[in-house]
């Protein structure tokens, strides 16, 4: 799905300002990112495979919800909030099973998915644009709510490897249960309420007798009575773990660079990802179009976006080439590009600002490796899903805030100058902590070695 495509049609369907309108496509990309534990928790219990045709419907059912929204406000929860989370589902569902498969060539398995969204936002774009003319926005998105529910047969292709933890959880309660049942048969007498002494029992005793006062079955006494038990030792079990992750998360944030990281991505997110939304608005604004190109500048984006991945990508495997300093530059010419984009006078200028936004939009391939540099394989996972929180709100708020800028002065120019701002000083920052200057005093203390692992679940999670 292409929001910038839509996101005029929106604009002229419900007369809203562009703040408002902007949360749309603001929370369809963010709301994934901050709901990715969920999505991750959801795929490592119930399976790839249910999640995926489970997404289908959740994507699908929220395309066509969306072509019945009365205005802004259900399309915010329609469009924004259920698409965005089916999509969230979807793509940790796809890169937890292509990690499954793939050991050798992960790496390259990875990269060509996520090549694939960048193609697939190109056709689409142009390809929602032809079913606009054609048959309006409501049936845009009805034969595009259509087109995916084949996600549910893509998800049918993908046979696990391993077995989900809710149906081994299920597996293990139903041999209990079978094993109860016996032991209850064979060996326990029925119990009787009258031959309980209530005036020897205590006060936990006498909460036992009234939960079996309840039931005459032993066996579901005995079922609740241990259900009880086992939820209050997974609650003292679980005390440590989340005792080492706020340990853990506190370490990190004691680290210059990667707190410096956080910032950038922030603010990175909230400068560089509104052009997306808003392109086609400003050629069409400023009148630089009249909504009938060929390409669609969002197009152009997400194509360039596809080639700086790759182009990126090769350059991080090379041995003289410093992955931080490399991100950074991106930021800062992202930078750049977002503040020339006000003065650009016609069509093919945009064109070619839209297309190196998006080839430096390709710098998501290498942020792993960048997060990995900065804090060691060890807590990659952790510390990448606090980074993608922090972009996740990004990209929640910065298209809201480009709008309202827009509805306040009626010009693109000063929201892209803010923009552009943003993402220069999540570039400077980013710099500055990134110095040796500052690491001198710390020589004892090099940062670990990276070590790459074979861990599925480790790097699935990642990713």
């Known amino acids: 799905m292409s929001v910038g495509v839509l996101y005029p049609e929106w604009l002229d369907t419900f007369r809203q300002g562009k703040g408002m309108t902007a949360w749309v496509g603001s929370l369809v990309s963010g709301i994934g990112l901050i709901a990715s534990p969920i999505c991750s928790a959801c795929v490592t219990n119930f399976g790839v495979r249910p999640v995926t045709v489970f997404s289908g419907v959740v994507v699908s059912g929220g395309l066509m919800l969306s072509a019945f929204a009365p205005n802004v406000q259900f399309l915010i929860f329609s469009y924004g909030i259920v698409v965005g989370m089916g999509c969230g589902l979807v793509y940790a569902a796809t890169v937890t099973i292509t990690c499954q498969y793939f050991d050798k060539r992960r790496g390259l398995a990875l990269g060509i998915i996520t090549t694939g969204t960048s193609v697939g936002g190109f056709i689409c774009a142009t390809f929602q644009q032809v079913l606009v003319e054609l048959y309006g926005l409501e049936g845009c998105l009805l034969i595009m709510g259509a087109l995916t529910l084949n996600i549910m047969a893509c998800g049918g292709l993908m046979r696990p490897l391993n077995v989900p933890e809710y149906f081994l959880k299920q597996k293990a309660a139903l041999e209990r249960t079978t094993e109860l049942k016996k032991d209850t048969h064979h060996e326990k007498p029925p119990i009787k309420e009258e031959s309980i002494n209530k005036n020897t029992l205590s006060s936990v005793e006498k909460g036992l007798t009234v939960l079996m006062s309840d039931t005459k079955d032993p066996l579901s006494y005995e079922n609740s009575f241990q259900g009880r038990s086992s939820l209050v030792k997974m609650i003292k079990n679980n005390k440590h773990t989340y005792s080492k992750y706020i340990d853990t998360t506190a370490e990190l944030l004691e680290d210059r660079v990667f707190v410096a990281l956080c910032m950038a991505i922030f603010l990175f997110d909230i400068g560089a990802f509104p052009p997306v939304l808003f392109m086609e608005d400003v050629a069409r604004s400023s009148g630089h179009s009249d909504g009938t190109c060929l390409v669609p500048l969002v197009s152009i984006v997400a194509i360039m976006t596809g080639v700086g991945k790759l182009v990126l990508g090769v350059l991080t495997d090379l041995k003289f080439v410093n992955s931080l300093y490399l991100y950074t530059f991106t930021i800062l010419g992202s930078g750049i590009a977002l503040l020339i984009t006000p003065i650009a006078n016609n069509y093919a200028a945009l064109a070619v600002l839209s297309g190196v936004l998006g080839f430096f939009s390709g710098n998501w391939s290498i942020f792993p490796y960048v997060t990995t540099k900065i804090v060691g394989m060890d807590r990659l996972t952790h510390a990448y899903g606090i980074l993608m929180f922090f972009g996740g709100f990004g990209i929640v708020l910065g298209p809201p805030v480009v709008g309202w800028i827009y509805d306040c002065t009626e010009s693109y120019d000063l929201a892209f100058f803010f923009s ?36 599925c679940d480790k790097v699935a999670s990642v990713a």
Request: glycine share 6%.
């Open 420 to 455: 552009g701002a943003c993402v220069l000083l999540a570039g400077f920052s980013l710099l500055l902590a990134a110095l040796p200057c500052w690491d001198k005093p710390k020589k004892d203390h090099p940062r670990p070695d990276i070590k790459y692992t074979n861990n």
